[in-house]
């Protein structure tokens, strides 16, 4: 087993750098403790999901290093993040079971670019017959 994990995760366009080392679980996002950072909003705590399924949540120290998007991509890219350095860290058994619960698939969903003659991505001008 490996002394520090780092692995990467991606979402949107928000980026996060995971560094998972043994402690007490301590997790720090951009050098503030995580609920500072994510606004203590209930919605976005998605990324301690992998460690509340392993039950791992107060045995690894977290370092994030996250940037671009809103706070909700980021709390994605996080969740991937951790599941990967997870996995790496891990035996094979737990691969398994992050895979079953999908903690290990990207979700490559972005936004749609504006086309020239329409108003957004796909609405269209108003049309007027006279």
Same mark, same amino acid.
């Given at each position: 087993?490996?002394?520090?994990?780092?692995?990467?995760?991606?979402?949107?366009? +928000?980026? +996060?750098?995971?560094?998972?080392?043994?402690?007490?679980?301590?997790?720090? #996002?951009?050098?503030?403790?995580?609920?500072?950072?994510?606004?203590?909003?209930?919605?976005?705590?998605?990324?301690?999901?992998?460690?509340?399924?392993?039950?791992?949540?107060?045995?690894?120290? #977290?370092? #994030?290093?996250?940037?671009?998007?809103?706070?909700?991509?980021?709390?994605?890219?996080?969740?991937?993040?951790?599941?990967?350095?997870?996995?790496?860290?891990?035996?094979?058994?737990?691969?398994?079971?992050?895979?079953?619960?999908?903690?290990?698939?990207?979700?490559?969903?972005?936004?749609?670019?504006?086309?020239?003659?329409?108003?957004?991505?796909?609405?269209?001008?108003?049309?007027?017959?006279?």
């Amino acid at each position: 087993m490996k002394e520090n994990q780092t692995s990467i995760g991606r979402r949107k366009s +928000a980026i +996060a750098q995971v560094n998972i080392k043994e402690g007490n679980g301590n997790i720090t #996002i951009n050098n503030k403790q995580y609920e500072i950072y994510l606004q203590n909003n209930p919605k976005l705590d998605v990324y301690k999901s992998p460690l509340t399924h392993l039950s791992l949540y107060n045995k690894y120290d #977290i370092n #994030i290093i996250s940037r671009g998007g809103g706070l909700k991509g980021q709390a994605e890219a996080i969740k991937l993040g951790i599941s990967r350095a997870l996995y790496e860290k891990l035996e094979e058994n737990n691969r398994i079971k992050l895979k079953i619960e999908g903690f290990l698939t990207r979700n490559s969903l972005c936004k749609e670019r504006k086309k020239y003659g329409l108003k957004k991505a796909r609405k269209a001008p108003q049309f007027s017959k006279r």
